[in-house]
């Protein structure tokens, strides 16, 4: 028996798009290529569809990165029971931020733009501005203390992410390399004596005593 031909698409009219789609095609572009390389028309192009198209499901690239920074943040970072000693409760929250961050290092280059995002994120962040508070600093200090642990925090990852890639990009000796291996002991006698093993010191993962050691310090004489 003959099958019934299948229903014309009328002409011009783009496939129908979920914004799951366009959630996971923006995070695959973003990942391998960098937030720069996303744009609406090339994400247009990605999912099969047209720019218009997309507005149907975001209005522009910034909403697309909140929903990217949304979608990366509930499927990361789980509220778990925090220590009770406000410091330690400090110190989890941040700690746990970093980890997700270190994973996806491109979300830390849209957040220090500073004018965007995650609202389930905000959780993590009440768990450190509510635990300075009760380390006895004021809801104001605590908000600039946050801000503290968050430039610490953003740069450590940022620092460490761009240094990677160029490593991964070129193995020759770096310009810092030649310069330590030439250094003066008698101008810069604490450099030279450890020039030798600055790369792999400061290649260490010191953020959890660093981060307590600016804990500490904001919260010294409270």
């Known amino acids: 028996m003959p099958q019934p031909p299948a229903p014309r698409r009328s002409p011009g009219r783009p496939p ?38 997309l507005y149907h499901h975001v209005r522009n690239k910034e909403e697309l990165l909140v929903l990217l920074l949304d979608d990366y943040a509930s499927r990361t970072l789980r509220r778990t029971e925090l220590p009770a000693p406000p410091r330690e409760r400090v110190v989890a ?5 970093h ?30 501005v509510d635990g300075l ?11 600039h203390g946050y801000r503290a642990i968050w430039y610490y925090t953003a740069g450590e990852i940022v620092v460490r992410a761009t240094a990677a890639r160029r490593r991964a990009d070129d193995d020759r000796t ?21 020039a030798g093993r600055w790369a792999p010191l400061t290649a260490e993962d010191t953020y959890a005593d660093g981060l307590r050691a600016l804990i500490d310090g904001l919260t010294a004489t409270r």
């Open 16 to 53: 129908r798009i979920s914004r799951e789609e366009v959630i996971g095609t923006a995070r695959r572009i973003v990942t391998e290529e960098g937030v720069h390389r996303l744009t609406m028309r090339r994400l247009a192009t990605e999912v099969g569809s047209t720019p218009m198209a």
């Open 93 to 97: 929250a941040a700690t746990t931020i």
């Open 99 to 128: 980890e997700a961050l270190a994973a996806c290092p491109w979300i830390v280059e849209v957040l220090t733009a500073d004018d965007l995002m995650s609202a389930s994120a905000l959780w993590f962040v009440e768990q450190i």
């Open 133 to 143: 508070v009760a380390c006895g600093l004021s809801p104001e200090q605590a908000v």
């Open 174 to 194: 770096t310009y810092r390399e030649r310069v330590f291996a030439e250094l003066d002991p008698d101008e810069l006698p604490r450099l030279a004596q450890v």
